[in-house]
């Protein structure tokens, strides 16, 4: 009886044991960024106290200090007395490190049981990446600066790690918007926590000289100071207009030491960028000599662009920068120095004669078959810029460092050394891999978080495009078919932080975060191994580890999105969530959505939509999970009507601006069946993401042609569309329009002819809706022709462009086009 009695209680303990354990695995989860490439789960936790001791044995004091560091970091948050040992016996919890040689550099393991954390790496660089990862894996109050209670355990797991490239970096522009120090070592940290291990520090600019060079005291003097800054976007006014305030900045170089030291002791390698031969207004408004019209007076310029001004190839202008990259080769122990290479306008050299003769010795001539690397024909002048990189290559070589230039390096010819920074696309970083040369990727379209990340209309502006974060997750650096030579070539991915639109750390935070993350992710874990939700399932901790960190991130990852897609030829509104869990809830009336509004399940036609006029139904929506909000509430018009979601024909076709096209930039996936003039959805002023945009000139008779079909015959009484007004742009918004009707899309009839006057504000942009009422009449067929809205005077009503006449007709951006 008494055996029987234990059987029942053992059987009764492992039930209850098996279900706290259950309870344990359940709780377990691994919020890690970037994902670990070989993560194995296992039950149960390793409890942080006070009987908690570290065990290590390395001599390495850089091993010491990342211990030493973790030791300190769990004492200022929980409040218990972790103490080193040399050795701990197997019933004392602790987390020990141990040296095993042959790992590669950054590898690591960390293997957590119940009561042992081991972290397995051959250098300081793996044991460091070991701790950030087991920082993830407690509680986000880690990452704060006070004492507080929280679960201080680690889920038990079986992590194997290395990362995917050996390059990993984020650029910071200092020069647009100068930096302060303090966001300089707050941005390192964030690196780190990223396991990025480069840091691209642009220090020269024409808006602005940032570092300190001893032998040349007017860089700091002059070169570092603007007297006032441009207002709002870039060709928003003509003339400019400015602040009136003067910015100024620069970094002494004990700073700079001090800033290098701590990004190493965080695995970071700092590189500079000091830029040649473009982007040098800065330095010339110092020391005019270096111009090719050393008599002129310069500037440090307040607007954003590309500028003429650049260095001229004498030898002054060599001996400057040769003396600049010494004493930078003393602040930064970076094997790669930056030298730019980007945006070098040939103007002035082509003007000077110096610079002509210089070409005649140099017996350099323009192609006249494509090169053999990009596969373009090169001016003489682009091969003066090749002989410019290549010579300042050569002194930086002989200094034992490398050079890293913007793609446009590869223009005549590519320096021989030289590491290629692809970002005009990515068919600059293969060319180059293809020709031998390592590639760092960081393509525009794809890297470059000073774009737009959320719906512009209600976003800051910035300076222009719109790269969401699933788009940056989706970018794999080394395409799938890529050969031998391109996957050895390309050694890493970079995004790009320009701060034209950054003016506060602030927005510096909003602009890079949370993008800069998915970077990062590209940056560390194979292709094979990223999944977009399984992504989103782990930043919803990532926003708590911001929020502690006073990351000022752009929380649109909360938000829900609104969209339009066609559907089987029906335009249905979408709506999509990321955050896990979550529910959407969304109102028609203009109320702000509860848990106990309708409920988001299935994509609904924009059309007949409940008792709610088409013609304008409010959608207001927000996500829940377990009856919170976890985003702001979004909020959108949309214009049902009779070609919603139609296909149409346009003459002349669109140009550069096509509209939001459903593409890589859509959260949805594609949809380039809608374009953007019939997709519900009305232009506004803050972007030009959803306009659609129209050369207009004497050959299509200085208007926009649209024709549409409709689903059957139809009474058609009024036609609605929109026009954007910004003559700083070279757009002028509509004249007038005419709309004409027809059964069989052969003989059309007028039934509106309208000319239209506006009142225009001095300065910015404007939209223009144009409604045009007629008699109700029949039509399959619907056309409408939209007239220009005049001339624009080349330097008069926008900046003077050599490309222009000095009279042309102003284009046309129009949307939406809506037919009632």
Same mark, same amino acid.
């Given at each position: 009886?008494?055996?029987?009695?234990?059987?029942?209680?053992?059987?009764?303990?492992? @039930?209850?044991?098996?279900?706290?354990q259950?309870k344990?695995?359940?709780?377990n989860?691994?919020n890690l &960024?970037? =994902?670990?490439?070989?993560?194995?789960?296992?039950?149960?936790r390793?409890?942080?106290?006070?009987k908690?001791?570290?065990e290590?044995?390395?001599?390495s004091?850089?091993?010491?200090?990342?211990?030493t560091?973790?030791?300190?970091?769990?004492?200022?948050v929980?409040g218990?007395?972790?103490?080193e040992?040399?050795? %701990?016996?197997?019933?004392?919890?602790?987390?020990?490190?141990?040296?095993?040689?042959?790992?590669?550099?950054?590898?690591?393991?960390?293997f +957590?049981?119940p009561?042992?954390?081991? &972290?397995?790496?051959?250098?300081?660089?793996?044991?460091?990446?070991?701790?950030?990862?087991?920082?993830?894996?407690?509680?986000?109050?880690v990452?704060?600066?006070k004492?507080?209670?929280?679960?201080?355990?680690?889920p038990?797991?079986?992590?194997?790690?290395?990362?995917?490239?050996?390059y990993?970096?984020?650029? =910071?522009?200092?020069?647009?918007?100068?930096?302060?120090?303090?966001y300089?070592?707050k941005f390192i940290?964030?690196?780190a926590?990223h !396991?990025?291990?480069?840091?691209?520090?642009?220090?020269?600019?024409?808006?602005?000289?940032? &570092?300190?060079?001893?032998?040349?005291p007017?860089?700091m003097?002059?070169?570092?100071?603007?007297?006032?800054t441009?207002?709002?976007?870039?060709?928003?006014?003509?003339?400019?207009?400015?602040?009136?305030k003067?910015h100024?900045?620069?970094?002494?170089?004990?700073?700079?030491?001090?800033?290098?030291?701590?990004?190493?002791?965080?695995q970071?390698?700092?590189?500079?960028?000091?830029?040649m031969?473009?982007?040098a207004?800065?330095?010339?408004?110092?020391y005019?000599?270096? /111009?090719?019209?050393?008599d002129?007076?310069?500037?440090?310029?307040?607007?954003?662009g590309?500028?003429?001004?650049?260095?001229?190839?004498?030898?002054?202008?060599?001996?400057?920068?040769e003396?600049?990259?010494?004493?930078?080769?003393?602040?930064?122990?970076?094997?790669?120095?930056?030298?730019?290479?980007?945006?070098?306008?040939?103007?002035a050299?082509?003007?000077?004669?110096?610079?002509q003769?210089?070409?005649?010795?140099?017996?350099?001539?323009?192609?006249?078959?494509p090169?053999?690397?990009?596969?373009?024909?090169?001016?003489?002048?682009?091969?003066?810029?090749?002989?410019?990189?290549?010579?300042?290559?050569?002194?930086?070589? /002989?200094?034992?460092?490398?050079?890293?230039?913007?793609?446009?390096i590869?223009?005549?010819g590519?320096?021989?050394?030289?590491?290629?920074?692809?970002?005009?696309?990515?068919?600059?970083?293969?060319?180059?891999?293809?020709?031998?040369?390592h590639?760092?990727?960081?393509?525009?379209?794809y890297?470059?978080?000073?774009?737009?990340?959320?719906?512009?209309?209600?976003?800051?502006?910035?300076?222009?495009?719109?790269?969401?974060?699933?788009?940056?997750?989706?970018?794999?650096? @080394?395409p799938?078919?890529?050969?031998?030579?391109v996957?050895?070539?390309? &050694?890493?991915?970079?995004?790009?932080?320009?701060?034209?639109y950054m003016p506060?750390?602030?927005?510096?935070?909003?602009?890079?975060?949370?993008?800069a993350?998915?970077?990062?992710?590209?940056?560390?874990?194979l292709?094979?191994?990223?999944?977009?939700?399984?992504?989103?399932?782990?930043?919803?901790?990532?926003?708590?580890?911001?929020?502690?960190?006073?990351?000022? %991130?752009?929380?649109?990852?909360?938000?829900?999105?609104?969209?339009t897609? @066609?559907?089987?030829?029906?335009?249905?509104?979408?709506?999509?969530?990321?955050?896990?869990?979550a529910?959407?809830?969304?109102?028609?009336?203009?109320?702000?959505?509860?848990?106990?509004?309708?409920?988001?399940n299935?994509?609904?036609?924009l059309?007949?939509?409940?008792s709610?006029?088409?013609?304008?139904?409010?959608i207001?929506?927000? %996500?829940?999970?377990?009856g919170?909000?976890?985003?702001?509430?979004?909020? !959108?018009?949309?214009?049902?009507?009779?070609?919603?979601?139609?296909n149409y024909?346009?003459?002349?076709?669109?140009?550069?601006?096509?509209g939001? @096209?459903?593409?890589?930039?859509?959260?949805?996936?594609?949809?380039?069946?809608?374009?953007? =003039?019939?997709?519900?959805?009305?232009?506004y002023?803050q972007?030009?993401?959803p306009?659609?945009g129209?050369?207009?000139?004497?050959?299509?008779?200085?208007?926009?042609?649209?024709?549409?079909?409709?689903?059957n015959?139809?009474k058609?009484?009024?036609?609605i569309?929109?026009?954007?007004?910004?003559p700083?742009?070279?757009?002028?918004?509509?004249?007038?329009?005419?709309?004409? +009707? /027809?059964?069989?899309?052969?003989?059309?009839?007028?039934?509106?002819?309208?000319?239209?006057t506006?009142?225009?504000?001095?300065?910015?942009?404007q939209?223009?809706?144009?409604?045009?009422?007629?008699?109700?009449?029949?039509?399959l067929?619907?056309?409408v022709?939209?007239?220009?809205?005049?001339i624009?005077?080349?330097?008069?009503?926008?900046?003077?462009?050599?490309?222009?006449?000095?009279?042309?007709?102003?284009d046309? =951006?129009?949307?939406e086009?809506?037919?009632?």
């Open positions: 009886m008494k055996n029987k009695f234990n059987l029942i209680f053992l059987c009764l303990f492992l @039930v209850i044991t098996g279900y706290l259950a344990v695995i359940s709780k989860e691994y &960024i970037p =994902l670990p490439n070989q993560l194995t789960a296992k039950e149960g390793f409890v942080f106290s006070n908690v001791v570290v290590n044995a390395s001599t004091k850089e091993i010491q200090a990342v211990s560091d973790f030791i300190k970091k769990i004492k200022e929980s218990f007395n972790i103490r040992a040399i050795s %701990a016996d197997a019933r004392t919890p602790a987390l020990c490190f141990i040296t095993t040689p042959g790992m590669g550099k950054e590898d690591y393991q960390l +957590v049981t009561t042992r954390i081991t &972290i397995t790496a051959s250098e300081v660089n793996g044991f460091f990446y070991g701790i950030q990862t087991l920082y993830q894996l407690l509680p986000p109050e990452y704060g600066k004492q507080v209670k929280a679960d201080w355990s680690v038990c797991v079986e992590i194997k790690d290395s990362p995917r490239f050996a990993r970096g984020l650029m =910071l522009d200092a020069c647009r918007h100068f930096a302060p120090l303090d300089v070592y940290d964030m690196l926590m !396991k990025m291990n480069t840091f691209h520090w642009h220090l020269t600019e024409d808006q602005g000289w940032r &570092i300190e060079i001893k032998k040349y007017k860089l003097e002059i070169g570092s100071t603007r007297k006032e441009l207002v709002g976007y870039f060709f928003e006014n003509y003339p400019l207009i400015y602040d009136g003067e100024k900045g620069y970094y002494t170089q004990e700073e700079i030491k001090k800033v290098v030291a701590y990004a190493a002791s965080k970071i390698n700092v590189i500079p960028e000091i830029e031969p473009g982007h207004l800065a330095a010339i408004a110092s005019p000599q270096l /111009s090719c019209n050393p002129s007076t310069y500037q440090v310029s307040g607007r954003w590309v500028f003429e001004q650049v260095y001229c190839p004498k030898e002054e202008t060599f001996k400057f920068l003396d600049v990259i010494d004493e930078v080769l003393d602040l930064f122990p970076s094997p790669y120095i930056h030298i730019g290479g980007d945006e070098c306008p040939k103007t050299w082509k003007n000077s004669s110096y610079c003769q210089l070409i005649k010795e140099l017996k350099l001539e323009d192609d006249t078959v090169n053999a690397i990009d596969g373009k024909k090169h001016s003489k002048e682009d091969k003066l810029q090749s002989y410019f990189i290549t010579r300042m290559e050569k002194y930086i070589n /002989s200094k034992g460092r490398n050079i890293i230039g913007w793609d446009e590869l223009e005549g590519l320096a021989p050394n030289a590491t290629v920074m692809s970002w005009r696309g990515v068919e600059g970083g293969l060319n180059a891999a293809k020709a031998g040369h590639a760092i990727m960081t393509p525009g379209s890297a470059y978080l000073d774009n737009y990340q959320e719906n512009p209309e209600i976003a800051p502006t910035t300076i222009g495009g719109y790269i969401t974060l699933k788009k940056i997750y989706s970018y794999n650096p @080394v799938a078919d890529a050969n031998d030579l996957k050895q070539h390309i &050694i890493g991915l970079q995004g790009n932080c320009w701060a034209e506060t750390v602030e927005r510096r935070d909003y602009q890079i975060f949370p993008r993350v998915a970077i990062a992710e590209t940056d560390w874990t292709d094979s191994n990223k999944n977009w939700k399984n992504f989103c399932g782990r930043m919803a901790e990532e926003f708590q580890r911001f929020k502690i960190l006073n990351v000022k %991130a752009c929380t649109n990852f909360l938000d829900v999105t609104i969209d897609h @066609v559907d089987d030829g029906i335009l249905k509104v979408y709506l999509e969530n990321n955050y896990p869990g529910t959407i809830h969304l109102t028609f009336d203009g109320s702000e959505p509860t848990t106990e509004s309708t409920q988001y299935a994509p609904f036609p059309k007949g939509t409940g709610y006029k088409a013609e304008n139904m409010l207001k929506a927000v %996500a829940f999970v377990n919170k909000k976890v985003g702001k509430v979004a909020e !959108k018009r949309l214009y049902g009507n009779l070609i919603s979601g139609k024909m346009v003459y002349p076709n669109p140009g550069a601006m096509t939001d @096209v459903f593409g890589p930039n859509d959260e949805l996936g594609g949809d380039k069946k809608t374009l953007g =003039l019939t997709n519900g959805k009305r232009g002023i972007s030009y993401t306009w659609v129209f050369g207009i000139n004497d050959k299509c008779n200085n208007e926009l042609v649209f024709t549409v079909k409709l689903d015959p139809a058609v009484s009024k036609v569309f929109g026009s954007l007004h910004n700083a742009m070279s757009i002028l918004t509509a004249g007038g329009a005419v709309v004409e +009707v /027809s059964s069989d899309g052969t003989n059309y009839r007028e039934v509106a002819n309208e000319t239209f506006h009142q225009f504000a001095p300065h910015g942009r939209r223009f809706m144009n409604t045009m009422n007629f008699e109700p009449t029949e039509a067929f619907v056309k022709k939209i007239k220009s809205g005049g624009i005077r080349n330097g008069i009503d926008c900046m003077s462009s050599v490309n222009r006449p000095a009279v042309y007709t102003g046309l =951006l129009i949307d086009i809506e037919v009632y």
